[in-house]
């Protein structure tokens, strides 16, 4: 069994550092957090994620797992801390590298660093590995470095960290053996190794793909909407095809991966990342095609009941969620909003957040940004008798309306807002 060192407890770190405590090995968490770190050597976690707080508190109990804010030498180290972007969109690697900063007083010949972190490509041959070099190591010989991205679901992390495939990447061959080892010992999915530039493209590219994709698909509805199309049946039937697999329209891009990871790729190559780029720009133009349409059902002044806040559905996550931008270019706009989001806290967010009741009385359209469970099925005879003009916008096509009372907006029929569109019948 193996010391290991994992700097970084959050929602990936701290379940990785109990992953390994649980396989036998003894763990260090590290983080500047003195909050998380005296509860984590309680016993107790500072985030939420399903089975965790029991297999922390388990390890814990048993010794295999301990915190501190200071690392301490390791047969191993694993850095995961954040990677935000600057407004420019440009990566902010200052937590990568004071992570790497911070263990170099603790390592010695032998060592396998692993980061975890989501990356630029060329970070680790570029900024990380020459940080270790500069204290006389040599990188693949005495330390092996390597990058293994995280590639796990909100909800199911404890699962897929250990039946999911792993990328190994190292500065070097036998770098990417040392750390394939390293993850072996708990890891039931496959475990490929390749070199460190390919696994940080290859992870940036799981979610471009995904973000492209999303891209194709709201550029269609937005040409739906002008030609009186049809969208969603559209992309309904495209699906049929044996190889076409087209994602689904909504309000924008959110979350910490698909709306930060491409920029990664542009901001290495700018002029060849021509699709991604344009990827990004239609996505990001998906709050104000939203608002555009929201002008067309709704009076200026009117009172709008905003429904869902965060960037996907049956989550508490507001980082980067299209829903903020929307609510903010509708305040621009004077119209009156009150806004429900059961999963979201008042702390989250800096406007006042109501309840079902208060957030549709006498409003003239719900818009729904979000697919929350609990808006799947709306109690239709209290927006009959208590919305000004019962009507229901729904960005993310989760909402099923019976009464033909209240009228109904989705990406299927938007076109009948434009008065200059004749269909036929």
């Given at each position: ?17 109990a992953?390994?405590?649980n ?16 509860l ?20 814990v ?25 600057y407004?420019?969109?440009t990566?902010n ?8 900063e ?5 390592l ?8 975890e972190?989501?990356?630029p490509?060329r ?16 990188v ?10 995280e590639?796990?679901?909100?909800g199911r ?21 040392k ?9 039931k999915?496959d ?20 973000d492209v ?35 689904q329209?909504?309000?924008?891009v ?15 190559a ?7 780029n344009?990827a ?11 608002v555009?349409?929201v ?33 903010n270019?509708?305040?621009?706009k004077?119209y ?42 709306l ?14 916008f ?17 990406f ?6 434009n ?7």
């Amino acid at each position: 069994m193996m010391k290991i060192c994992v700097v970084g407890l959050g929602y990936i770190g701290l379940p990785t550092a109990a992953m390994f405590a649980n396989s036998g090995h003894d763990v260090l968490g590290v983080d500047i957090n003195e909050k998380a770190v005296n509860l984590l050597n309680q016993g107790k976690i500072h985030i939420e994620e399903v089975g965790l707080e029991e297999l922390v508190k388990k390890v814990v109990e048993s010794g295999k797992l301990k915190a501190s804010t200071t690392p301490e030498e390791a047969d191993a180290f694993i850095i995961a801390v954040p990677t935000p972007i600057y407004p420019d969109h440009t990566a902010n690697l200052d937590y990568v590298k004071s992570a790497t900063e911070s263990i170099l007083p603790f390592l010695k010949k032998g060592n396998v660093v692993i980061v975890e972190s989501t990356i630029p490509p060329r970070t680790i041959d570029d900024f990380v590995a020459p940080i270790i070099q500069a204290e006389g190591w040599n990188v693949g010989e005495e330390i092996f470095l390597a990058h293994c991205p995280e590639r796990v679901l909100p909800g199911r992390i404890l699962i897929e960290l250990v039946e999911n495939t792993r990328i190994v990447g190292g500065i070097n061959e036998i770098s990417a053996k040392k750390a394939a080892q390293v993850y072996g010992t708990f890891v039931k999915g496959d475990i490929i190794t390749t070199s460190a530039l390919t696994a940080e493209m290859a992870k940036l590219m799981e979610n471009t793909y995904r973000d492209v994709n999303i891209a194709l698909a709201n550029e269609l509805a937005k040409i739906s909407e002008k030609l009186g199309i049809n969208a969603l049946e559209v992309i309904q039937l495209a699906n049929k095809h044996p190889r076409v697999n087209l994602h689904q329209p909504g309000p924008g891009v959110g979350g910490h991966c698909l709306a930060v990871d491409p920029y990664f790729i542009i901001e290495k190559a700018p002029e060849e990342a021509i699709l991604i780029n344009n990827a990004r720009k239609i996505n990001n133009s998906m709050p104000e095609f939203v608002v555009q349409q929201v002008e067309k059902m709704v009076e200026k002044n009117g009172k709008i009941a905003v429904f869902g806040l965060t960037y996907k559905g049956n989550i508490d996550d507001v980082r980067e969620s299209p829903a903020l931008e929307i609510v903010n270019l509708l305040q621009e706009k004077n119209y009156q909003l009150s806004i429900y989001d059961p999963h979201v806290s008042q702390e989250q967010v800096p406007f006042p957040l109501s309840t079902f009741d208060e957030a549709i009385n006498q409003a003239e359209c719900i818009l729904v940004l979000a697919d929350h469970n609990e808006f799947k099925s709306l109690d239709e005879v209290k927006i009959y008798l208590n919305m000004k003009k019962p009507l229901v916008f729904d960005t993310k096509n989760c909402v099923k309306i019976n009464s033909t009372a209240i009228k109904y907006y989705n990406f299927d029929n938007l076109y009948e807002l434009n008065q200059n569109i004749t269909t036929l019948v």
